[in-house]
């Protein structure tokens, strides 16, 4: 897995974003006190199940393949505005 030039950056817009989404879809409600490990799983996991991304192989999901992916996620919303 290749590193993205700004992967740290783009973890947290898909966390601002991925926060966002889960609220207004009614998923959650994140406080202050929510680690970003604990936020990037759930936004993770809501992506999938919402099928908004692709899924990985369950042996593979850790804090570094769901921050990777969600960078990836991120990246594609702007191109995409």
């Not at 202050?32 to 999901?61: C, H, T, W």
């Not at 996620?73 to 505005?81: I, R």
Request: charged share 35%; aromatic share 6%.
């Amino acid at each position: 897995m290749k590193k993205l030039d700004n992967e740290k950056e783009l973890v947290r817009k898909a966390i601002d974003i991925g926060s966002a989404y889960a609220e207004k879809r009614g998923a959650a409600q994140f406080e202050a006190g929510d680690s970003s490990n604990e936020r990037l799983e759930f936004i993770y996991r809501l992506l999938v199940r919402d099928k908004l991304i692709q899924p990985m192989p369950e042996l593979q999901v850790s804090q570094q393949t769901i921050r990777h992916r969600l960078a990836l996620w991120a990246k594609s919303l702007e191109k995409k505005s």
